[in-house]
């Protein structure tokens, strides 16, 4: 069944809004991050605990809420939409987008007749933070954060408000603002530490900047706290960005063999088929992403990814079909990205210049809305517009702690485009060194070290990046292959350094044989077929001896 929202999503507007809060104004482009989180220490009354204890078991981005049933007299009751959705997010799962839709719907009213139900408002705005998620439309983000501020005048995070501080790790986390999300979510931390919710926003946030450490202690945490499918879509998630491709891929297995709602389903399904793909396998990740398709027909991600691996097999025309109904339906700005990148494959320049105009705008529009999009626009710039400007977009990144390994590998790649590839490979090198399995990092890390003539490595990492994903993408593929063939085959023997010593050219002296007690047993005779060669410590001229010579790994170290 194709799973559509009741609010059509190519309308690009929010639902319906039933009763605008009075006031209401719209907000400014920083978004949440206008909001100063909360300090990080607070002393409660009793009847604030108790307070906060009642609100903790309020659905927000999860959690329940009591709204009114909808069933006949006498007759049993059949799960309505709103309580499905319900039922969905209480369990850490999506929702579908109608019963997602209906919930927005039925909390809309609620709180037109109830403006103090704190707890009401902070779910109608993460409500909002997943609809715009799911339909990658910033525009819903504005309303989230008036909802969620909404719920936080009701009743404030440090009177028990923790959930709409949830809400706004959310909202953060959904503007790519990570740093500002981590605040929110420590702040629940500190005063809720066993709210599993918690630990699902503050790993988002750990991972935007980098900090994978924090971010594997959080989804341990976040498992020992909520077990079942959401765990395990996190676990897996944890090991593959420390290059463990076998457990994640167990893991992700064992949650698509366990998921048991629609969208659950093709969740996992659609993980599934995204490693199949980081792996090379674009035959399994066709066949994850349809699964995840049949299952959900409204899952654009698995389109945007099965589009992607459509190209791997050369089914072109399939892939522009299926990319072009993702980016109709679901305009994330990497599906963008992609398009153009294949049409200028294809030698289609007009068309590819078209998608990056438009990438453009779109671009634009979610800065408006207070979403942070650099690391797309920088990869933008550093391969079809200006690398300098990328180096600049990417050196602020990092200066506001955004330091993940993806940002790592596009300031390496800009600063190489832009003439400086000394620089660009200490970044290159620490997107490598995350451990995750990555032949985008592994081909930008090569063609750097190709530029200042280690070619060794060089070698290495080109090799590595079309043994992990022969077909990683449309246009750098084919110039991996070129780059590796240029560099050719190493020479016979190695490089000079790694030759062992010539054999010196007089037979030096034997040394005197060295004194040795009664206990000491006398030295073997070597045996006449076999030729002795005196030690070089045991020699009148001593000859340097050669380097020790170590076996090149497979992959570069750290990379899983």
Partial sequence: MDVMPQQDPESRQPPETYGSPAGATALSPEGATAVVPPPPTLRTTLRRAAFGAVAAAVL?????????????????????????????????????????????????????????????????????????????????????EQALRRSLDAQPGERGNGEAWVGMAALANARHDYLAARKWGEAVQARQPRTWRTYAVLIDAYNGLGDYKAAGEATEKFAELRKGVPALARTAQMYRDRGWRE?????????????????????????????????????????????????????????????????????????????????AKHPRPEYVLELGELYESLGFDGDALSQYTKLRGMLTRAKSAGVNETLVLARLEADHGDPATAVRLLRTEWSRQHRSAAVADALGWALHRSGDSAQGLEYARKAVETGVRNASYAYHLGVIERELAQYGAARRHLEEALRTNP????????????????????????????????????????APEPTRSASTPPKKSPSPSTKQTPSPSATATKTPAAPARTAPSARPSGNG
């Fill in 60 to 144: 927000v981005a999860g959690a329940v809420v009591a709204v009114p049933e909808n069933r006949r007299d006498g007759g049993p009751r059949v799960p309505g939409p709103v309580e499905r959705a319900q039922a969905a997010t209480a369990a850490g799962s999506p929702a579908a987008l109608p019963d997602l839709t209906a919930l927005i719907g039925d909390r809309q009213k609620w709180v037109a007749r109830h403006p103090k139900d704190a707890p009401s408002w902070a779910v109608l705005g993460s409500a909002y933070v997943e609809w715009g998620l799911r339909a990658a439309d910033a525009a819903y983000y504005t309303r989230a």
């Fill in 247 to 327: 457990d994640a891929l167990a893991t992700a297995q064992e949650a698509a063999d366990r998921a048991t709602s629609p969208a659950e389903k093709a969740d996992a399904l659609y993980r599934l088929g995204e490693l199949a793909w980081e792996r090379g396998e674009p035959e399994e990740a066709v066949a994850q992403y349809g699964a995840a398709l049949r299952t959900d027909g409204g899952h654009h991600p698995a389109r945007a990814g099965r589009a992607r691996a459509l190209v791997a097999l050369d089914r072109t025309d399939e892939a522009l079909s299926d990319y072009q109904t993702a980016v």
């Fill in 471 to 510: 077909a990683f993408s449309p246009l750098a593929a084919p110039l991996a292959e070129d780059a590796l063939n240029t560099l050719g085959e190493p020479a016979d023997g190695g490089p000079k350094d790694m030759q062992p010593a010539a054999p010196p050219t007089s037979t030096p002296e034997p």
